[in-house]
């Protein structure tokens, strides 16, 4: 008889049985082994449920045995479509369709997953899967565990690492806060799949809708995205799950989010934490709470590299604190992913009580062990200068370095990066391939880069010169590697990158302290981290050093830059940026070299995700200040494009530039040194508008407020809210009965009926600029004559949340309202009526013929002044909650409005 496997127990998953062409009577002796041994051995009828992971791994030409006519007696069904029966009278598994009497010898079975002692009632860890999965995203695919889960998601035939499936398992209120994940290890499967996908697909409770993935500055977003993509294609999940990411300037990317479906959020950290800080960079203020309630409730955030986060580690420590103490829609939770341990805490977030996960050796073994523990030469390159103005003999000497197989040099600044591309690429011979790669390029044509880059291995013929770009998010790993000095988290990144059979290379250059850009600007520690990182490269000097020692070094890492609550309520107040003034909250994103973005077009028009590109706030005043008569913004006090000079740049503006200015260039990325023209990026097509149809105000109120109870019926929202939110739908375009935008309306209606009316088939952004109209007072918010006209019969405490969201469901004006010199208030003079007429807005509103605005409510007179109603809300409700309300809102009356405008 053949012997039996040796068998390793481990607290969480009980007996690991590993089998390798094992006959069925050596299934028998592992069972009367664990028997005689004391072991309890617990399953259906006391037997072993011995399964594979992935579907179909047996070889297909296996002859199918008999089975003992004895050994069907006792046979149970399992709930997942397979027979099982009593492993002491020989452990055999069908396939459903075999009507239970001939099964494939578990003895050809190549069995090269491990199966486990099955628990009463379970399957795995997590507990049993639901019985029916017609309505779940994969189309009822029903595998029985995370392994088989993975494998179909990612075809890796080796299945998961053994801490990936420890994380899947684990219940989602103890998922660890702190990961420490070595360079190579997984962590993006561990990050969407372990810790949020699989779990959606098992239908655990209290799982938030949406997962944010958060990578630092500079980081290619496009890789990560489409990995994702990838893996929901092969679910079968592409059309229930989405997945966006951020890459500034396009606010349809949070307004067409579903509230109610799953969805993957990616986007670098000065982009996403702008958008949780109320002011996401690239967005129209009016757009701000939008952003800020997809970040911030029902949401998983991931952190991924947090050691090189900043400041913006800071401030992703408090803003997990203010969401449990404020209050939010939904679940939410953060988990902080680094390769080496490092401070992670705050004062009203400390680190004391931090749960750290780390894979433990039991991890380690076979693959993963192969990757982390593989060995590279680390040794320090030579050359004339530490300046970062390298020659054409400094680039001749680095790629001389490179002895077969793939290389990668990474800079820490783009335009050192473009110069050594340009000598590189003249020194390359053969059919080797070079390539320059980092975050100064279109979406499109960074996307082609990171797609060309993609699984590269250490035998590749190429070379690949980058920045930041390379350190995360990004599968790749070469042979050799030269990396620029920078503060350890990121060289432990690059250095990482580097992985091979022992033939590895490292190789790092000093920089002397005024070469220290981007490390340094708002940065106090920058001289201290780059000093340590230095001394610790100094210490490794010519060893072999694999990825288990490089994690040992502890991150020179104080946290600094962290937002306090009072900042965070202050910054949920955009109405100095609607009024022209934007706020500056890179001190808080991390972002030490806070940016703007550009993009090129001979057309006055509203930039779209594919045109822009970003540029360093230095770069672009000497551009603009070189240029000042090609370059324009959208200015918005003014409400159109407007001259920019030097002073009038900020982070995160958007900067038309003529093609003619240039700027730019395929190859090369943003490179303001060309000055030839720019070619527009090709834009997704258009279909022609066509004139709508007119919509009265009792239909469009109507329609919104069906609206409203459609998103609130799928996202499970309080009585007391959804309440506030479909009085506020049935409230909200009254003020459209003010003659004044009657008759702003009246020249673009096709129908002569006597009505209100919400909406005219013909718009005025259809129109050409010299065709477009303006109200006939400057300024007039019918959202305002809408909130004023609710508070003429609803002035109590207790009405005002429901006048917040009628006040604020266009985004322009919410905590204050602003009286102009005039003595009007966003366009309405104080004690004038409404209308004339009475009119029935929905069957709960009647508006009575002569109902006067008090325009008082801004502070005047004896009524309580609005901003001290809207600070009690902010105070009772927290800011999430009402950036979510205001959003619930805004999405009901987008969906409206295109309802309405169906012909």
């Known amino acids: 008889m053949q012997s039996p496997p040796k068998i390793s127990h481990t607290q969480q998953s009980g007996f690991q049985l590993v089998f390798r062409h094992l006959p069925i009577d050596g299934i028998i002796h592992v069972y009367r082994i664990l028997e005689s041994s004391g072991h309890p051995i617990r399953g259906f009828g006391r037997g072993i449920l011995f399964y594979q992971y992935v579907p179909r791994i047996f070889s297909l030409g296996t002859k199918p045995a008999l089975i003992p006519k004895e050994l069907l007696t006792t046979r149970s069904h399992h709930p997942h479509g397979l027979w099982h029966y009593p492993a002491a009278q020989g452990a055999c598994l069908c396939d459903r369709a075999r009507k239970g009497i001939r099964v494939h010898d578990a003895g050809k079975w190549q069995a090269h997953r491990r199966t486990r002692v099955s628990h009463v009632g379970t399957v795995s860890r997590s507990g049993s899967l639901p019985e029916s999965r017609e309505n779940e995203p994969g189309g009822g695919l029903g595998m029985p565990d995370f392994a088989s889960f993975f494998t179909t998601a990612t075809k890796h035939p080796r299945g998961p690492f053994p801490y990936q499936e420890k994380l899947a398992y684990t219940s989602f209120g103890e998922i660890p806060d ?119 409730n029902d949401s998983i955030w991931i952190m991924d590299e947090a050691q090189t986060m900043g400041a ?111 000598m590189v690429k003249k020194s390359v011979t053969g059919r080797t391939w070079c390539v320059l790669v980092h975050p100064g390029f ?169 045109d822009l590109c970003g540029m360093n706030l230095e770069e672009l005043r000497g551009f603009v200040s070189e240029h000042a008569s090609l370059c324009s913004y959208w200015n918005p006090k003014s409400m159109s494009w407007g001259e920019i000079g030097a002073g009038d740049v900020y982070p995160g503006i958007i900067v038309r530039i003529e093609p003619a200015a240039g700027g730019y260039t395929q190859e090369l990325g943003l490179w303001t040194g060309y000055d030839g023209p720019v070619k ?31 998103i609130l019926s799928g996202l499970g929202v309080d009585a007391e809210y959804s309440g506030a939110v479909r009085t506020a739908a049935q409230w909200h375009d009254v003020g459209k009965m003010h003659y004044i935008f009657q008759e702003y309306l009246r020249p673009n209606l096709a129908s002569g009926i006597d009505e209100i009316w919400a909406k005219s088939g ?104 609005w901003r001290e109603r809207t600070a009690a809300l902010l105070k009772r409700h927290g800011p999430f909650r009402l950036s979510y309300l205001e959003t619930v809102l805004r999405k009901a009356d987008w969906a409206a409005s295109a309802k309405d405008d169906e012909r």
């Open 680 to 710: 527009e990026a090709v834009l997704p097509a258009r279909l022609d508008r066509q004139d709508g149809r007119d919509v009265t105000l009792r239909d469009h109120t109507r329609n919104i407020a069906d609206a409203a109870g459609e």
């Open 762 to 865: 013909r718009k005025e952004r259809d129109k050409t600029r010299e065709e477009r109209r303006s109200y006939g007072r400057r300024g007039f918010k019918h959202e305002v004559a809408s909130a004023l006209a609710f508070m003429n019969s609803h002035d109590g405490p207790e009405h005002d949340l429901v006048a917040y969201l009628i006040m604020s469901h266009h985004g322009l004006v919410r905590l204050e309202m602003h009286p102009k010199d005039d003595g009007m208030v966003s366009g309405i003079v104080d004690g004038e009526p409404l209308c004339e007429r009475a009119y029935a807005v929905h069957d709960n509103v009647m508006i009575p013929a002569g109902l006067v605005l008090d325009a008082s409510a801004y502070g005047a007179g004896g009524r309580r002044p």
């Open 442 to 610: 279109r979406p499109g044509d960074r996307a082609k880069l990171s797609h060309e880059i993609q699984g590269i291995g250490e035998d590749a013929d190429g070379v690949v010169i980058s920045t930041q770009a390379l350190e995360t998010g990004v599968d790749l790993s070469v042979r050799t590697i030269v990396a620029e000095l920078a503060p350890w988290p990121s060289m432990v990144k690059r250095i990482g990158r580097c992985r091979g059979d022992g033939k590895a290379a490292a190789y790092w250059i000093d920089l002397d302290s005024n070469s220290y850009q981007p490390y340094g600007p708002g940065d106090g520690q920058a001289y201290d981290r780059m000093d340590r990182s230095r001394e610790v490269l100094e210490g490794m000097e010519g060893s072999a050093v694999s990825g288990t020692r490089l994690a040992e070094v502890p991150a020179y890492n104080a946290i600094y830059g962290a937002i306090s609550r009072e900042q965070l309520e202050e910054l949920f107040d955009t109405t100095q940026d609607i009024l022209g003034s934007p706020v500056d909250v890179s001190r808080h994103t991390g972002d030490g070299d806070p940016g703007a973005l550009v993009f090129w077009s001979d057309a006055e028009r509203r930039a779209k995700w594919n």
């Open 178 to 296: 702190t990961l420490i994940l070595p360079a190579g290890s997984g962590r993006t499967e561990a990050a969407v799949l372990s810790l949020w996908l699989w779990r959606i697909y098992c239908r655990e409770p209290g799982i938030p809708r949406r997962l944010v993935y958060c990578l630092p500055s500079g980081a290619l977003v496009e890789q990560i995205a489409s990995r994702a993509r990838g893996w929901l294609w092969n679910l079968k999940w592409n059309k229930k799950v989405d997945v966006r990411y951020f890459m500034g300037g396009s606010e349809g990317y949070a307004s067409n989010i579903d509230l109610a479906k799953p969805c993957i959020m990616i986007g670098t950290q000065d982009i996403l934490l702008s958008g949780a800080l109320n002011h996401m960079y690239g967005q129209r203020a009016g757009i701000f709470p939008v952003a800020a309630a997809m970040l911030n």
């Open 312 to 422: 913006g580690l800071g401030t992703s420590l408090q803003l997990d604190t203010f969401r449990r103490i404020c209050g939010t829609f939904g679940p939410s939770k953060s988990v902080w992913i680094s390769a080496i341990a490092g401070a992670l805490g705050t004062i009203d977030n400390p680190g004391k009580n931090r749960a750290v996960f780390r894979p433990g050796e039991e991890d380690l073994r076979g693959e993963l062990g192969r990757r982390v523990n593989a060995a590279r030469t680390i040794r320090r390159i030579d050359l004339p200068t530490r300046d970062g103005m390298y020659t054409e003999a400094d680039a001749k000497k680095m790629l001389g370095l490179r002895e077969g197989g793939s290389m990668a040099i990474i800079l820490n600044t783009i335009d050192r990066a473009q110069r050594l591309y340009s």
